[in-house]
Protein backbone atom coordinates (compact mmCIF):
# COMPACT_ATOMS: atom_id res chain seq x y z
CA UNK A 1 0.00 0.00 0.00
CA UNK A 2 1.44 3.40 -1.00
CA UNK A 3 0.39 5.82 1.92
CA UNK A 4 -0.35 8.60 -0.88
CA UNK A 5 -2.79 10.82 1.77
CA UNK A 6 -0.31 10.79 4.62
CA UNK A 7 2.20 11.92 1.65
CA UNK A 8 -0.38 14.33 0.84
CA UNK A 9 -1.07 15.94 4.59
CA UNK A 10 2.84 15.73 4.91
CA UNK A 11 3.58 17.88 2.18
CA UNK A 12 1.01 20.61 2.96
CA UNK A 13 2.43 20.34 7.18
CA UNK A 14 6.27 20.67 5.20
CA UNK A 15 5.44 23.61 3.25
CA UNK A 16 3.71 25.21 6.35
CA UNK A 17 6.42 24.44 8.28
CA UNK A 18 9.06 26.21 5.66
CA UNK A 19 7.05 29.37 5.81
CA UNK A 20 7.47 29.13 10.04
CA UNK A 21 11.20 29.07 9.59
CA UNK A 22 11.21 31.70 7.29
CA UNK A 23 9.09 34.03 9.73
CA UNK A 24 12.11 32.92 12.18
CA UNK A 25 14.88 33.15 9.86
CA UNK A 26 13.37 37.29 9.14
CA UNK A 27 13.06 38.36 12.43
CA UNK A 28 16.71 36.91 13.13
CA UNK A 29 17.91 39.10 10.01
CA UNK A 30 15.64 41.82 10.95
CA UNK A 31 16.94 42.25 14.38
CA UNK A 32 20.43 41.00 13.70
CA UNK A 33 20.12 38.52 16.10
CA UNK A 34 22.27 35.32 15.29
CA UNK A 35 21.36 33.26 18.57
CA UNK A 36 18.66 33.09 20.94
CA UNK A 37 16.04 35.94 21.01
CA UNK A 38 17.96 38.75 22.23
CA UNK A 39 15.22 40.45 24.00
CA UNK A 40 13.49 40.76 20.82
CA UNK A 41 9.26 40.16 21.40
CA UNK A 42 8.42 39.04 18.06
CA UNK A 43 11.79 36.64 17.69
CA UNK A 44 10.17 34.92 20.73
CA UNK A 45 7.33 34.69 19.77
CA UNK A 46 8.33 33.44 16.16
CA UNK A 47 10.58 31.07 17.42
CA UNK A 48 7.03 29.89 19.81
CA UNK A 49 5.23 29.39 17.22
CA UNK A 50 7.78 27.38 14.99
CA UNK A 51 8.26 25.35 17.98
CA UNK A 52 5.18 24.42 18.48
CA UNK A 53 3.91 23.26 15.35
CA UNK A 54 7.54 21.09 15.33
CA UNK A 55 6.07 19.38 18.76
CA UNK A 56 2.55 18.76 17.69
CA UNK A 57 3.34 17.53 13.99
CA UNK A 58 5.67 14.77 13.47
CA UNK A 59 2.91 12.60 15.99
CA UNK A 60 -0.03 13.46 13.86
CA UNK A 61 1.90 12.22 10.88
CA UNK A 62 3.07 8.62 12.70
CA UNK A 63 -0.72 8.52 13.20
CA UNK A 64 -2.17 8.85 10.27
CA UNK A 65 0.30 7.12 8.73
CA UNK A 66 -0.93 3.77 11.21
CA UNK A 67 -4.22 4.81 10.50
CA UNK A 68 -3.82 4.91 6.76
CA UNK A 69 -1.55 1.24 6.69
CA UNK A 70 -3.96 -0.15 8.66
CA UNK A 71 -6.70 -0.08 6.03
CA UNK A 72 -9.04 3.07 7.56
CA UNK A 73 -11.36 4.89 4.98
CA UNK A 74 -10.12 7.07 2.81
CA UNK A 75 -12.63 10.29 3.55
CA UNK A 76 -11.63 9.67 7.53
CA UNK A 77 -8.45 10.44 6.98
CA UNK A 78 -8.79 13.31 4.86
CA UNK A 79 -11.32 15.06 7.30
CA UNK A 80 -8.17 14.13 10.15
CA UNK A 81 -5.44 15.65 7.75
CA UNK A 82 -7.60 18.38 6.94
CA UNK A 83 -8.92 19.79 10.30
CA UNK A 84 -5.07 19.46 11.69
CA UNK A 85 -3.59 20.98 8.59
CA UNK A 86 -6.55 24.02 8.91
CA UNK A 87 -6.06 23.84 12.84
CA UNK A 88 -2.48 24.27 12.68
CA UNK A 89 -2.47 27.03 10.21
CA UNK A 90 -5.58 28.97 11.98
CA UNK A 91 -2.57 28.53 15.52
CA UNK A 92 0.43 29.68 13.55
CA UNK A 93 -1.62 32.59 12.55
CA UNK A 94 -3.39 33.69 15.72
CA UNK A 95 0.09 32.80 18.49
CA UNK A 96 2.08 35.01 15.25
CA UNK A 97 -0.49 38.35 16.25
CA UNK A 98 -0.62 37.94 19.62
CA UNK A 99 0.97 35.79 22.88
CA UNK A 100 -2.74 36.32 24.35
CA UNK A 101 -5.61 34.34 23.22
CA UNK A 102 -6.92 34.69 19.81
CA UNK A 103 -9.55 32.80 18.27
CA UNK A 104 -6.78 31.57 15.55
CA UNK A 105 -4.70 30.18 18.23
CA UNK A 106 -7.79 28.78 20.76
CA UNK A 107 -9.49 26.71 18.27
CA UNK A 108 -6.39 26.23 16.18
CA UNK A 109 -5.49 24.06 19.74
CA UNK A 110 -9.01 22.98 20.18
CA UNK A 111 -8.79 21.02 16.80
CA UNK A 112 -5.50 20.07 16.98
CA UNK A 113 -6.16 18.26 20.31
CA UNK A 114 -9.73 16.45 18.69
CA UNK A 115 -7.56 15.63 15.28
CA UNK A 116 -5.12 14.06 17.47
CA UNK A 117 -7.48 12.36 20.05
CA UNK A 118 -9.56 11.23 16.78
CA UNK A 119 -6.56 9.70 15.27
CA UNK A 120 -5.23 7.58 18.44
CA UNK A 121 -8.49 6.54 19.10
CA UNK A 122 -8.90 5.30 15.60
CA UNK A 123 -5.20 3.58 15.59
CA UNK A 124 -6.61 1.97 18.71
CA UNK A 125 -9.66 0.93 17.47
CA UNK A 126 -7.68 -0.95 13.99
CA UNK A 127 -5.16 -2.39 16.30
CA UNK A 128 -8.14 -3.86 18.69
CA UNK A 129 -10.78 -4.57 15.82
Not at 77 to 93: K, Q, T, Y
Not at 104 to 110: A, E, K, S
Request: charged share 10%; net charge positive.
Amino acid sequence: MNPVITALYGGLLGLLFLALCWQVVNHRRKGRIGLGTGGNADLERAIRVHGNFAEYVPLFLVLLLAAELGGAPAWLLHVLGGVFVLSRAGHAWGLSKSGGTTPGRFYGTLFTWVALLAAALLNLWLALA
